[in-house]
């Protein structure tokens, strides 16, 4: 971490780094039945939607003891509410949980999978590929957290898919196929994240602990860590170091 500047954190303290994960729901009237048996979701008194709270239940999740604990230590609560997560729903079947951690996302998408039953499909995931300083602070957390929709990139996985094919019709014989393929797959290890990045998520291939978000997720957090200490390093980049260290995701990396 560089001596020129201090790392801004939440309450619960981890590093400040807004997420919004989007899920398909049957209606908000189902969502608001399922979340309200949480004894952790209750009307945010200032906003007045849902939010999700650091009660007991809600703290079962020990944010702040992982991650970017040691850059970062937890702040006392000193007893006080912290709200952890707002939900909102922006269309008759869709709901949204925005966060301002990494690890407040992946802990709150494995309590809420139970919660929500088969009927809520989580399907996008939206993240800012940065840390802050406490001194980009000056406008409030609020202000911060518009970042999300700041010249945002939405990635179709389709759009990859169709360019795949393409690519493989160019090719004559099973050679020049796998040739092409070959390149391309290396061309691409030189891209990286955009800034604010808008991706599909992939329900059939989640587990009850949600690991396939959580790979996604961890992977784009290691990748901040690193830039906050000076290095210019890509997600590619990231993933196969933890690879050739034994990480095994439970799905390709994205």
């Known amino acids: 971490m560089s001596d020129k500047k201090t790392l801004l954190v939440t309450g619960t303290g981890e590093p400040y780094q807004p997420v ?3 899920w398909t729901v049957p209606a908000k ?18 906003t007045n939607l849902l939010s999700l709270f650091n009660t007991a239940e809600a703290l079962g999740m020990k944010l702040g003891t992982s991650f970017g604990a040691s850059q970062a230590p937890p702040s006392p609560l000193g007893g006080r509410l912290v709200v952890l997560g707002t939900f909102r729903f922006p269309e008759a079947r869709s709901m949204v949980l925005e966060v301002r951690s990494i690890p407040r996302a992946m802990a709150i998408a494995r309590m809420l999978r139970p919660v929500l039953g ?9 993240v800012v590929n940065r840390w802050f300083s406490a001194n980009e602070l000056a406008d409030g957390l609020a202000h911060l957290d518009k970042w999300l929709d700041r010249d945002v990139t939405v ?5 990859v898919a169709n360019e795949l094919d393409a690519l ?3 090719g004559r014989t099973p050679e020049e196929r796998q040739a092409l ?14 800034l604010v990045e808008d991706f599909p998520c992939h329900p059939e291939d989640e587990n009850e602990q949600m ?9 784009r957090f290691l990748r901040a860590t690193r830039h906050w200490s000076g290095e210019q390093v890509t997600l590619q980049k990231v993933i196969e170091e933890a690879v050739a260290e034994g990480f095994r995701p439970s799905r390709a990396a994205r």
């Open 29 to 46: 009237a189902y969502c608001h039945e399922r979340l309200k048996t949480l004894e952790c979701v209750g009307i945010d008194s200032d």
């Open 155 to 159: 990635i179709h996985w389709e759009d």
């Open 20 to 22: 919004r994960l989007k």
């Open 211 to 219: 690991g396939d978000l959580a790979n996604t997720l961890t992977f």
């Open 118 to 126: 088969d009927r809520a499909t989580l399907t996008r995931a939206r």
């Open 181 to 194: 393929l070959a390149a391309w797959h290396e061309s691409r290890r030189k891209l990286d994240v955009p």
């Open 168 to 170: 493989v019709e160019r």
